[in-house]
């Protein structure tokens, strides 16, 4: 058989994504069609770097989550070696290809012999999976104590604030070393901090909750027993793992997540979170001295009421605009643990670990790090460009 | 001004300290001893060779004796092996019994011995530090005034065709990480694929002699990741000094549009970015590790990398209270500088 052409492989590769791309005209269409009922989303769709920051999201998400669950778009297996394709260019025919299997290696093979396209796909999966979670999570820890520390200030702040400042003043690329390693994970630390961290969104939930229903106490009672059950329990089965420090719960342990995952994640949660604390506390101290404030304080409300009912829904613009950035810095650490190899397993299609194994040929057979690295960049871009989107629309009104 | 002086200073070493202690701590886990005992000794040691080795080096002490002596307020250890050698902590390679101090700590300037460079820490940090210090000066002389010029031609015309063009190109650089930018511009100018073999790929030779051969990349790769993020906030600060009401005025009377941005304008818009660039030093140390890794490029970033895959633990010691040191005196001059810089705000 012969190689493909290059406009051979943007067919071949056109046609895989296929799925996307249809994903990609409903949303679109819908959202467009609907835009004047959607409030900021479909402000959105007024401003055109933000539409194309959205696109080039969505295209991510839709890949990740099509490859991830449907086992769509993916060609090859992305751990799968074929012997006689290492090193090869793109649009080679795969040597030896059964009938059913795809007959080309798109973008070529790396210097293991695996299929470039598939691992780049693949590659996405990890990142939608972790990346916006991670900051999700990031967020919960920093509001949790942002909020009160903005609120009431004095001691409580001094002391959060320095916390806070410890942390952000250590070299990332160092805490990820201290954190990350095979022998670390031994010692159970990153155990005792996914306890620690992961408590946040509890404490947020049950907070929230309470706040919220204080004055129907029946009410309340139903609903707090019902999150703290499930998120208690979703909680649980996350920090036991058998066999490690922590198997106090192991009977009732729903589901068990692959320790280097877990300390990836926790890493990245624990890295993020200092920055939003500052800028929720920050925001907090603004906005607590505004009249409504002083209104709920006149009415007796409680102090989390405000916090959480007054101040935070105030301070949701700039709020979800970092939370875009945050994502693409995220997915920035994540690619710089695989980089170093810290963390997720060597084989692991993510895309630090693609590019830094690319990297040893680069001057000769430069495909298998240069399709990563621009994948990287295209989603980390298409976050920003949408946080700009947002930040333009939110501030028009 | 003395106060608020001596008491960021006694916050700094406070944060030092109390870091040195966590790195200290998590360093000494028995694990990462095994490590360092195993890439000291060799791989294939036993678990009670690793007991000995350990033993006999006064790893095996408790936590705060350990940290005592590091930072040397304890006596140093002496202790007799079950090999029936005496080993001093403080008796460095051609020092006699008599010679040896009996307190040798960073109090005493001492900051240890680096069991992967087979060396005292202290020489290799000080050249190390100095290597990377060249690497940061082109950085800086070539990303500051780039980011300012890139910043003010954005802003000065907010909206125009100029300030679309310029702040796509700021975010896509904001969006490229370093080992991103270094992957793609060693495969575009310093490949044999592709043809354009303009500049080396790697820059072990510009740790003796720093040529545009050898050093543009990796100085082009951290300067434009920090370059975005500058010329952004530049831009922003610009642009709203652009619409104050003194700038109306100097238009109104007929000053040529140049002429305001320089003489009117570009004080007062460089107040925000200052306080960016010396923010930006903790950012661009991240930068500095994975650059130098990548083009070999043998300064104190590399030195992490290595003394951290070996748990060469007082070499990680030393390096952190470092880059600890720059991220908070880079702090506090950007809040000095800065009430330089602004008449109105006044230090507390």
Redesign the interface.
């Known amino acids: 058989m012969q190689s493909l052409t290059w406009i051979e492989i943007i067919g071949g590769i056109s046609f895989q994504l296929l799925p996307v791309w249809i994903a990609l005209i409903l949303t679109f269409g819908f959202s467009n069609y609907y835009k004047r009922r959607l409030g900021l989303y479909g402000k959105l769709f007024d401003s055109t770097i933000g539409m194309i920051g959205f696109a080039i999201v969505m295209f991510w998400v839709f890949s990740g989550i099509f490859a991830g669950i449907f086992d769509w778009i993916i060609t090859h297996d992305p751990l799968h070696q074929v012997s006689g394709m290492k090193n090869k260019l793109p649009g080679t025919p795969m040597r030896g290809a059964e009938e059913g299997e795809y007959p080309y290696y798109l973008f070529g093979g790396d210097h293991l012999a695996r299929d470039v396209f598939s691992r780049m796909i693949a590659g996405g999966t990890v990142v939608i999976l972790i990346a916006p979670l991670a900051t999700l999570f990031a967020f919960m820890v920093g509001i949790t104590l942002g909020l009160p520390a903005g609120y009431y200030g004095k001691r409580l702040d001094t002391n959060l604030s320095?916390l806070a400042?410890?942390i952000?003043?250590?070299?990332?690329?160092?805490l990820f070393?201290?954190?990350v390693?095979p022998?670390?994970r031994?010692?159970g630390?990153p155990q005792y901090l996914t306890v620690v961290l992961f408590a946040f969104p509890l404490i947020f939930i049950a907070v929230l909750i309470n706040s919220r229903f204080q004055t129907t106490p029946t009410a309340r009672n139903i609903y707090l027993t019902l999150a703290l059950f499930i998120v208690g329990w979703t909680y649980i089965s996350v920090i036991n793992q058998p066999e490690s420090k922590i198997t106090l719960f192991n009977s009732i342990d729903l589901f068990d997540i692959d320790g280097g995952l877990l300390t990836v994640f926790v890493a990245v949660v624990f890295v993020n979170s200092p920055t939003v604390f500052r800028i929720v506390r920050g925001l907090t101290m603004d906005i607590k001295t505004r009249d409504y404030v002083a209104a709920a304080q006149t009415r007796g409300e409680g102090a989390w009421y405000i916090m959480l009912w007054e101040i935070l829904p105030n301070a949701r613009g700039p709020l979800i605009v970092d939370f875009c950035l945050r994502i693409?810095y995220t997915t920035?650490l994540l690619?710089?643990l695989g980089?170093?190899g810290l963390g997720l397993e060597p084989e692991s299609p993510n895309w630090?670990a693609t590019?830094?194994g690319?990297?040893k040929l680069?001057?000769?057979?430069?495909t298998p790090?240069?399709v990563p690295?621009v994948a990287?960049?295209s989603l980390?871009?298409g976050?920003?460009?949408l946080a700009?989107g947002l930040r333009e629309e939110s501030l028009r009104d | 001004m003395l106060r608020f002086f001596l008491r960021r200073l006694a916050?700094m070493v406070v944060?030092a300290f109390?870091?040195s202690l966590i790195?200290f701590f998590?360093?000494n886990?028995?694990?990462?001893l095994?490590?360092s005992a195993k890439y000291d000794g060799n791989f294939r040691m036993g678990d009670d060779a690793v007991l000995s080795y350990l033993t006999n080096r006064g790893y095996l002490q408790p936590f705060y004796i350990k940290y005592g002596q590091w930072l040397g307020v304890l006596p140093g250890y002496v202790i007799k092996g079950s090999d029936e050698k005496t080993r001093r902590r403080c008796q460095v390679l051609g020092m006699t019994v008599e010679d040896t101090p009996k307190y040798c700590g960073i109090i005493q300037g001492n900051w240890g011995y680096s069991t992967m460079f087979k060396e005292q820490v202290g020489p290799i940090v000080v050249t190390r530090l100095g290597l990377t210090g060249k690497l940061m000066l082109y950085v800086m002389m070539l990303m500051i005034p780039a980011s300012l010029v890139l910043g003010i031609l954005a802003g000065m015309r907010e909206g125009s065709k100029t300030d679309r063009g310029l702040s796509t190109f700021a975010?896509?650089t904001?969006?490229?990480?370093e080992?991103?930018s270094s992957?793609?511009f060693?495969?575009v100018f310093?490949?044999?694929?592709?043809g354009l073999k303009w500049v080396k790929?790697t820059a072990t030779g510009a740790m003796e002699d720093a040529t545009i051969d050898n050093f543009l990349l990796p100085v082009l790769t951290i300067a434009l990741y920090g370059m975005g993020y500058i010329a952004r906030m530049t831009r922003a600060s610009m642009a709203e000094v652009m619409t104050s009401q003194y700038i109306r005025t100097a238009r109104l009377k007929g000053i040529i549009f140049y002429r305001i941005v320089i003489k009117h304008a570009l004080r007062n818009a460089l107040i925000a970015p200052f306080t960016v660039i010396m923010l930006q030093f903790?950012w661009l140390?991240?930068g500095v590790?994975?650059v130098e890794?990548?083009f070999n490029y043998k300064g104190i970033g590399w030195v992490?990398?290595q003394a951290?895959?070996n748990?060469d633990i007082e070499m990680?010691l030393a390096?952190?209270v470092i880059?600890?040191f720059v991220?908070?005196v880079t702090q506090l001059i950007s809040d000095i500088g800065y009430v330089y810089l602004n008449p109105r705000i006044k230090v507390t």
Not at chain 1, 168 to 174: C, E, G, Q, R, T
Not at chain 1, 362 to 366: E, F, R, T
Not at chain 2, 29 to 32: G, L, S
């Open positions: 320095f400042n410890l952000l003043a250590f070299p990332v690329i160092l070393y201290l954190l390693t022998e670390i031994a010692t630390l693409g920035i690619g710089t980089f170093f630090g590019i830094n690319g990297r680069l001057s000769i057979h430069p790090a240069i690295s990287l960049v980390v871009l976050l920003n460009l700009d | 916050v944060t109390t870091l790195v998590i360093t886990m028995y694990p990462n095994e490590k975010i896509t904001t969006a490229t990480p080992y991103v992957i793609i060693i495969a310093a490949s044999s694929a592709v790929g903790p140390l991240n590790v994975i890794t990548i992490l990398v951290a895959g748990n990680l390096v952190s880059s600890v991220v908070l």
